[in-house]
């Protein structure tokens, strides 16, 4: 079992920026990817950025340039920084561990005001 404790997140002016962390606890393996996906309101969940152990990204085409996803594999933890934000990306931001199974953590509210 994996667990999964997220935070940063907030309410912030349009062009602002908030810096998501999840931190991951239990059992854990070397090989795992860690990742964001966000859900809007009356809309899916959708895949923001993700990344492998060995430090392989991916990113979804409307936060390229914006959004740097990293991870200290020592702690365990990914980080989202989020710059430029706009209201658009107003969403519960969920933290996402593949690791023999897919681990959610509780989402955390991103709020951007115009």
């Known amino acids: 079992q994996v667990q999964l404790v997220e935070s940063g997140g907030g309410l912030v002016q349009a062009g602002g920026s908030l810096r998501l962390s999840c931190t991951a606890s239990?059992?854990?393996?070397?090989?795992?990817?860690m990742g964001w996906y966000r859900q809007a309101p009356g809309k899916q969940r959708e895949l923001v950025a993700d990344?492998?152990?060995?430090?392989?990204?991916t990113y979804v085409e409307s936060v390229k340039g914006r959004f740097t996803i990293s991870r200290d594999n020592a702690k365990n933890t990914v980080y989202l920084q989020m710059n430029s934000l706009k209201p658009e990306d107003t969403a519960v931001y969920y933290c996402?561990?593949?690791?023999?199974?897919?681990?959610w953590g509780q989402g955390t509210q991103v709020t951007v005001s115009s």
């Open positions: 239990g059992s854990i393996f070397s090989n795992n990817v």
């Open positions: 990344i492998s152990n060995g430090g392989a990204t």
């Open positions: 996402n561990f593949v690791q023999f199974g897919s681990y």
